[in-house]
């Protein structure tokens, strides 16, 4: 059984900056890659941020510049450093793992608002 347990998120004001985490548990053999999606209300779940095994990042355009993906391995943590927030940034932010021969997890959420 695999766990996703993240923390981070809140309420912020525009121009500021959170830091969500993802921290893997369970059995666990090696993680490919690890990302953070993002769905607001009344939207898709879309791509924020996805980061390699071997540390290759991708972004999505609205958030390359503003935001960082970063994982430790040694931790089976991913990280995520978003700055600059803007309230179109609002949304529920949900880590995904890919975890070799079991698949991909999700987190359970956790809600960023950015808000004056």
């Known amino acids: 059984q695999v766990q996703l347990v993240e923390s981070g998120g809140g309420l912020v004001q525009p121009g500021g900056s959170l830091s969500l985490s993802c921290a893997a548990s369970?059995?666990?053999?090696?993680?490919?890659?690890m990302g953070w999606y993002r769905q607001a209300p009344g939207k898709e779940r879309e791509l924020v941020a996805r980061?390699?095994?071997?540390?290759?990042?991708n972004y999505a355009d609205s958030v390359k510049g503003r935001f960082a993906i970063s994982r430790d391995n040694a931790k089976n943590t991913a990280y995520l450093q978003m700055n600059s927030l803007k309230p179109e940034d609002t949304a529920v932010y949900y880590c995904?793992?890919?975890?070799?021969?079991?698949?991909?997890?999700w987190g359970q959420g956790t809600q960023v608002t950015v808000s004056s």
């Open positions: 995904q793992v890919r975890i070799v021969r079991l698949g991909a997890f």
């Open positions: 369970g059995t666990i053999f090696s993680i490919n890659a």
């Open positions: 980061i390699s095994s071997g540390g290759i990042t």
